[in-house]
């Protein structure tokens, strides 16, 4: 009998043993998965951890590895280049009424006076102080015609300050000063002029003399008779419509461009802009098939100040601003403004800038 109960206590806990040895491998199969799901967590933590560290590193850099070209280039050599200053429109002897113009515009003989002045001087503050650094060759004053008001149209003859004549005289001392004043600033002024439409001595345009019949020639003939022997201060006056001359290895043509409102349409909401390009592609060829090059061509005439030196083409402003012509036409408004350039020996046309010529507190309007 006790044989029995010892045999059967060690069943029992055979039993026993057996049902624990399953219970601890439950449980390690259960601990071995939580300890494989923490790891994939730690991996996980770890690899957000590296990306995060990668995210932070990006804002935490410092991005300083500037290239040298930022830095400027010390100056070893002299940088040489031309002005090219464009006068054009002036107008002498027009008036403008500050009624008629809706209190836009006021122009007479004392106003012309003074913004011809601001025209000289303002081109010198300009080469002084914005144009810094370079050496000047000279200066070029480019004179594109409509120097006077003129005869042309009856309402011209009833409403102009002076007679035609008698503004010639007016002008010449005025440009004379203006001339003189760049002499002593740029040692050397080279004065090439183009005649206008205004200055004609007769109603109807004329091609054959018309230099000779034309007031704008006439002052500026007289002006270079002030300078004669100077040499210093240089001209060329031209027998034909338009000028042409060269600054170092680039050739200007000089024109007033009444031709181009007879040949293209400037009135479209482009304005003045159409006719330039047109003009001067047409100019450029007729010059080339007579075996002559140009690079530029300059135009007054529109009362619009459009330089597009990279198409060739610069369009001059004017001295007596927005009239009752171009109010009445609907063309847009534009202070008057003039043209000063920059001619690079290399590059040609680099710098082109406007020249502010009113001042609305000096002229007392």
């Not at 031309?82 to 107008?91: C, E, G, K, M």
């Not at 008036?95 to 809706?102: F, S």
């Not at 025209?119 to 409509?146: P, S």
């Not at 290895?249 to 031709?259: I, M, P, V």
């Amino acid at each position: 009998m006790a044989k029995q109960t010892l045999e059967g206590f060690a069943d029992q806990r055979d039993i026993e043993v057996h049902a624990e040895n399953q219970a601890i491998a439950r449980k390690n199969r259960v601990l071995h998965g939580e300890l494989t799901t923490l790891a994939d967590r730690v991996a996980g933590s770890e690899a957000e951890n590296a990306a995060l560290e990668k995210e932070l590193g990006l804002y935490q850099r410092k991005y300083n590895d500037r290239p040298k070209w930022l830095a400027p280039a010390k100056k070893t050599v002299e940088n040489h280049g031309t002005l090219l200053a464009f006068l054009s429109d002036t107008h002498y002897g027009e008036t403008i009424g500050l009624a008629e113009m809706g209190g836009y515009n006021k122009y007479n003989l004392a106003i012309a006076e003074m913004r011809t002045r601001e025209f000289f001087e303002r081109t010198v503050r300009l080469a002084r102080d914005y144009f810094a650094g370079v050496k000047y060759d000279g200066i070029v004053l480019a004179i594109g015609g409509d120097l006077v008001s003129g005869d042309i149209h009856d309402e011209l003859q009833q409403s102009n300050e002076k007679s035609t004549l008698d503004t010639t005289v007016w002008a010449i001392p005025r440009l004379y000063a203006g001339i003189e004043m760049w002499r002593k600033e740029f040692g050397a002024v080279h004065v090439v002029s183009a005649p206008g439409n205004h200055g004609r001595d007769d109603k109807v345009p004329r091609y054959k003399g018309r230099s000779a019949h034309n007031a704008d020639s006439h002052i500026v003939k007289i002006v270079a008779m002030q300078f004669e022997g100077s040499g210093d201060v240089t001209f060329e006056i031209p027998e034909s419509l338009d000028s042409t001359f060269s600054i170092g290895q680039w050739n200007f043509g000089l024109e007033h461009g009444d031709e181009l409102s007879k040949n293209f349409s400037g009135s479209a909401e482009i304005g003045w802009l159409g006719p330039l390009i047109r003009g001067t592609n047409r100019k450029v060829n007729a010059y080339a098939a007579e075996g002559k090059r140009l690079d530029y061509c300059l135009w007054g005439h529109g009362h619009q100040l459009i330089p597009v030196p990279s198409r060739g083409v610069i369009g001059n402003g004017s001295i007596c601003g927005y009239n009752e012509f171009a109010r009445g036409r609907k063309f847009r408004p534009e202070p008057p403004l003039q043209s000063l350039m920059l001619v690079d020996p290399v590059h040609g046309v680099t710098i082109p800038a406007p020249v502010r010529v009113q001042n609305r507190t000096a002229e007392g309007w």
